[in-house]
């Protein structure tokens, strides 16, 4: 045996599994906070935790090409879309889809003001948040003047038949799934707009937009 070998001592043993075992404890950390950190960022611009609202449309007689819903920003305050949801189809004279487009307005719209309702309204037990104050941009159905058209965000296509019948409630979620939900900029000339082709015969279409104020 060589002069200045020396075999471990049981502490010695001890004492070089426990380092390796710090170290490999000290690297799962590390993964599991760079894990963490990415998903923070992720979730940084999830659905604010202020005031929900709720907008809704039943009954619409689109013929035509139309903004169903149309959410325009406030002056002070951006808007997050959580949700769309078409509830009916309605009916039209030639069964077919139609495809329901979620586009920007970049010019607001004229006329057709409705008004948006908290989250915690009876009316708008579908929406999630905390009710707060009145919105502070405007919600319009079907405006006279529909805003100018900007870039497309999501489509939303439907079956509509000649005959009304039962219809399960087609959605676009944007806090699950999504990185993060569309965002209307502050400013009157801002907004998100639910925009149905129509078609001939079109008749009583429904739907909600779920929304909140940063």
């Not at 005031?51 to 449309?57: G, H, K, Q």
């Not at 997050?80 to 920007?104: D, F, S």
Request: charged share 15%; proline share 6%.
């Amino acid at each position: 045996m060589h002069p200045s070998y020396r075999p471990y001592s049981g502490r010695e043993e001890r004492r070089r599994y426990a380092i390796i075992a710090a170290a490999y404890f000290l690297f799962c950390l590390s993964l599991l906070l760079f894990a963490s950190s990415a998903r923070a960022a992720q979730m940084q611009a999830a659905p604010p935790s202020g005031t929900a609202y709720i907008a809704s449309v039943a009954g619409q007689a689109n013929t035509a090409a139309s903004h169903a819903i149309v959410i325009e920003a406030g002056a002070q305050r951006a808007v997050r879309i959580l949700k769309v949801c078409a509830t009916h189809p309605g009916i039209q004279t030639t069964a077919g889809y139609r495809v329901l487009l979620l586009e920007r307005t970049t010019g607001a719209g004229d006329a057709g003001v409705i008004t948006a309702e908290a989250a915690n309204a009876t009316a708008a037990s579908l929406a999630k948040g905390d009710a707060g104050s009145a919105f502070s941009g405007i919600v319009r159905a079907k405006p006279t003047t529909l805003g100018t058209q900007g870039a497309t965000l999501a489509a939303l296509p439907i079956w509509v038949p000649t005959a009304g019948a039962a219809f399960v409630p087609t959605c676009l979620d944007f806090t699950s799934g999504y990185d993060r939900p569309p965002r209307i900029p502050a400013g009157v000339a801002h907004g998100i707009a639910l925009r149905d082709p129509g078609a001939d015969g079109g008749a009583s279409f429904a739907a909600y937009v779920v929304f909140a104020e940063e």
